[in-house]
């Protein structure tokens, strides 16, 4: 965790154009519906992408389109086992993110 001291130096500096695209694109991830539902359902077990689609009643193409875009922002990841891929989270900060952002829209 870190200290004020380093907290203080992340907040006060401009930020350069990676890190502006990086933080721009974790919110466009988190600004669509199905891919808020994907990553809460993926918050503390892997699930595949039928196993996804089942559970959030989608179809199996556009749970592997949004799957996509989220792989690409490193925020899942997926293990093999035969023919079958199996997705988890891959960003502790961002699903922590997540978690109190829904904390705080279900106490309003």
């Known amino acids: 965790m870190e200290n004020k001291e380093e907290q203080s130096e992340i907040h006060g500096r401009d930020l350069d154009e990676e890190t502006l695209f990086i933080v721009s694109q974790t919110f466009k991830a988190l600004g669509d519906p199905t891919r808020i539902r994907i ?21 199996q193409s556009t749970v592997s389109h949004q799957l996509r875009f989220l792989k690409n922002l490193r925020l899942v990841k997926y293990r093999r086992d035969g023919t079958t891929l199996y997705y988890s989270h891959d960003d502790e900060h961002v699903m922590h993110m997540l978690k109190q952002t829904i904390e705080h829209a279900c106490h309003h």
């Open 39 to 59: 990553l809460n359902l993926l918050f503390d077990k892997e699930l595949s992408v039928n196993g996804i689609a089942e559970t959030l009643h989608l179809k």
